[in-house]
């Protein structure tokens, strides 16, 4: 009976491992097409106030898969803590995604667009933690090849997040320039007409890869329960 009683409660924190990760899996793509659709439109206008309820839902998902996840090996201080700030961002986001309704709603008030600016940052903060999470996860697991690959691809994913931000510092700086020499001014023009294009292509494809990390972390903790075929 001593003997089961461990196993149990591993096979009860990698079932919660994994609907924490398919949680995260799905909330991913959703959160992102939820929150900017509500700050960049009217789409859920006629719901009325209660539109600021569908963000503050997905977000909410993350944090739930990630809750989910910090029941496995609560003994590894390394992984908690990456969860724990994970969580910590995830919170924050929850916080402020209100104001994505708010700000579309009232464009005009500064403490609206200030609100979400301070979102998008915590937003990409949060996507740079959950690799380090998913990295850390990996670490914990048997399959070598699975942790290698991991390394790669979230260091890939955490160089392109640090573009995000440098993108728009090299614009906002660029742009407080009075009387900007020709060159500068036709950059100013190119970044003014695609930065929604370039920003767009930079947070969709560390998006993506942490999908994939993600299906396939899954898949290898689901294989090593059940099998190859499950």
Not at 72 to 94: S, T
Request: with cysteine.
């Amino acid at each position: 009976m001593s003997e089961s009683a461990p196993k149990t409660e591993l096979m009860r924190s990698l079932g919660r491992l994994v609907r924490g990760l398919s949680a995260l899996f799905w909330g991913l793509p959703i959160a992102l097409v939820v929150c900017v659709q509500t700050a960049s439109t009217n789409w859920l206008e006629s719901l009325g106030h209660y539109g600021l309820i569908a963000p503050l839902v997905v977000t909410s998902l993350l944090f739930y898969g990630l809750w989910l996840m910090s029941d496995f090996q609560k003994q590894e201080r390394i992984w908690m803590l990456a969860l724990d700030r994970a969580k910590i961002l995830g919170l924050v986001n929850i916080g402020l995604s209100p104001f994505l309704h708010w700000h579309q709603q009232l464009p005009e008030v500064p403490f609206f667009y200030h609100a979400v600016s301070v979102m998008s940052l915590s937003a990409l903060l949060f996507l740079f933690n959950l690799n380090l999470v998913l990295q850390r996860l990996t670490a914990m697991l048997p399959d070598e090849t699975l942790r290698e690959e991991t390394k790669v691809f979230t260091t890939l994913n955490s160089a392109l997040l640090v573009l995000i931000p440098a993108f728009l510092a090299v614009y906002f700086t660029l742009s407080q320039i009075r009387h900007p020499p020709q060159p500068v001014g036709v950059l100013l023009r190119l970044m003014d007409l695609r930065s929604q294009w370039v920003l767009l292509s930079l947070i969709l494809l560390p998006m993506a890869i942490t999908m994939s990390l993600i299906w396939k972390i899954k898949e290898a903790i689901l294989a090593s329960i059940f099998g190859p075929e499950h």
